[in-house]
């Protein structure tokens, strides 16, 4: 089946300790993005990745960090985790960034930082 | 800087009835997407319009897109209790994808 997963789907964690939130598609897609979501906010992008190895910011990149070790996955790193980090992230995928694909969204990983 | 805005934020509706929800955007656009999302999950994509297109027909869903008034609309009829969910916009121009922040539609039994 085609899909984006996403790992953890929840995680409650403390100020400061190092997490990594996983993300894999299995579609051979070239374009892969994080998105996290905030009440009042809607969804907004937190990096992207055209290929292996590109990777370009988002509007909030702040606090974040990515890699594209390989295409199909995108790991989304925070080193120090802050409380203003607690929200839901996206994963997503398309096969090609420009002229545009839709986006095959991951389930999602709520995560809370105290 | 936001691009699409979803207008209503919030909408209640009569089972049969029909919804409309649009989306304003300020830039130039390559295409703009509906996506559907139920409580707390992911997004499902709904309807894709590029920039030279001005309606788009997907089962009860018909799109318009009119790009003098930077804008679309998303329209779902006969509605029914699963189409209780939250729609969002997303333009893609040269160099971002932007979501605006949702209309929550609710249907009424």
């Known amino acids: 089946e085609a899909q984006v997963t996403q790992n953890p789907r929840y995680l409650i964690t403390v100020t400061g300790k190092k997490l990594t939130v996983t993300c894999s598609q299995n579609m051979n897609h070239e374009y892969m993005s994080w998105y996290r979501q905030d009440p009042g906010l809607g969804l907004r992008q937190i990096y992207y990745?055209?290929?292996?190895?590109?990777?370009d910011k988002g509007d909030v990149p702040e606090g974040y960090k990515v890699s594209r070790k390989e295409k199909r996955n995108f790991p989304l790193i925070l080193e120090s985790p802050s409380p203003n980090q607690t929200s839901l992230y996206f994963c997503?995928?398309?096969?090609?960034?420009?002229?545009?694909?839709?986006?095959?969204f991951g389930p999602g990983t709520r995560l809370t930082v105290l | 800087s936001q691009q699409g805005e979803e207008d209503p934020q919030a909408l209640s509706i009569q089972e049969g009835e029909n919804a409309t929800m649009n989306c304003s955007y300020k830039?130039?656009?390559?295409?703009l997407q509906w996506y559907r999302q139920n409580s707390g999950r992911g997004l499902v994509h709904l309807i894709l319009i590029r920039s030279n297109e001005r309606e788009k027909h997907s089962g009860r869903l018909r799109v318009t897109l009119d790009t003098s008034k930077k804008s679309s609309s998303l329209l779902i009829t006969a509605s029914r209790a699963a189409d209780t969910a939250s729609y969002f916009c997303a333009t893609e121009g040269d160099d971002k994808i932007i979501f605006g922040k949702g209309t929550r539609l609710h249907i009424l039994p």
């Open positions: 997503a995928s398309s096969p090609f960034r420009w002229g545009t694909d839709t986006q095959y």
């Open positions: 830039t130039s656009i390559n295409n």
């Open positions: 990745s055209m290929n292996v190895e590109v990777t």
